[in-house]
């Protein structure tokens, strides 16, 4: 089916005149090219490792509040340090993220 409709995009065929070529139904066909692009989406996302190489936060006034720092090393080198409110919000988003998935 991969090879099938890698052909078709490469060819531009729609999937009406894949169906009527091959004999396959279209919604059989429209459901497999959902299918692929949504594991493709999931190949790109992947996944990313996070450690704490150690605990930055320091007590401040106001109940949960802390300052501190974070730095996020992406595999692809990318390095993103953040200080303050900043890394405060953004370790929060990651944290409400990581809560939905598990």
Do not use: N, Y
Request: some cysteine; charged content about 35%; aromatic content about 4%.
């Amino acid at each position: 089916m991969e090879r099938l409709l890698a052909r078709r995009k490469r060819e531009g065929v729609s999937l009406r005149g894949l169906s009527e070529e091959t004999g396959i139904p279209i919604g059989t066909l429209s459901w497999w090219s959902h299918r692929l692009r949504e594991e493709a989406k999931g190949a790109r996302q992947g996944f990313c490792e996070v450690r704490v190489l150690e605990d930055a936060r320091e007590p401040t006034s106001g109940r949960g509040a802390w300052s501190g720092a974070v730095r996020l090393e992406l595999p692809d080198g990318v390095v993103a340090e953040l200080e303050g409110q900043l890394a405060e919000q953004v370790t929060e988003a990651i944290v409400e993220r990581l809560r939905r998935w598990s």
